[in-house]
């Protein structure tokens, strides 16, 4: 197996850094900031994750709307924004990155939970799997309403990065 890497930009009180996550086959983490390396572990915590960074704890609380976290660092509080370099791609390209009729694996893991059934009526932002990745759980949303046309996976399935989860009917 090879490494993974995954590319975030993150905004956090109006300054924007680039940060890559690398994962090692052993689940062991390397994480860059602007291209620095910095010290870095990842644990799972309830609604979240406890990052720390170069000595320094963050509790990542997942919440509100599906781009953005709720950080906590002792009396450090704030909402940082989060988008992965595939949403920044498609928006490059022209395409918004609320309209994908698609719903595909971000990195490769498991499929933990199916949460909608082709012919469902959804909402955008509506949860629909449940991926294990990194050993943490990550609930995938749609970006736009619609109705399910197709549930592609099972659950206890692996999934590589871009697997195509779930369809939506086109309108």
Do not use: C, H, W
């Not at 995954?6 to 996550?21: H, S």
């Not at 170069?54 to 009396?75: C, H, Q, R, T």
């Not at 490059?92 to 698609?102: I, L, N, V």
């Amino acid at each position: 197996m090879t490494r993974r890497t995954m590319r975030y930009r993150v905004t956090l009180e109006g300054t924007e850094r680039d940060i890559d996550v690398q994962i090692a086959p052993g689940g062991s983490v390397a994480v860059t900031v602007d291209g620095e390396p910095v010290d870095a572990d990842v644990r799972r915590i309830p609604g979240g994750v406890s990052l720390t960074l170069d000595g320094k704890v963050f509790d990542v609380l997942v919440g509100g709307p599906a781009e953005s976290m709720d950080l906590a660092a002792g009396v450090l509080r704030g909402t940082a924004s989060v988008e992965s370099e595939r949403n920044r791609s498609r928006k490059k390209k022209g395409g918004a990155a609320g309209d994908s009729s698609e719903i595909r694996a971000p990195m490769p893991g498991r499929i933990v939970k199916i949460l909608v059934a082709a012919g469902d009526t959804i909402e955008a932002g509506a949860p629909v799997v449940v991926v294990e990745a990194m050993k943490m759980e990550n609930e995938l949303r749609a970006e736009k309403a619609g109705k399910i046309a197709a549930v592609e996976v099972e659950e206890g399935q692996a999934v590589e990065s871009g697997t195509l989860l779930v369809k939506l009917a086109d309108e």
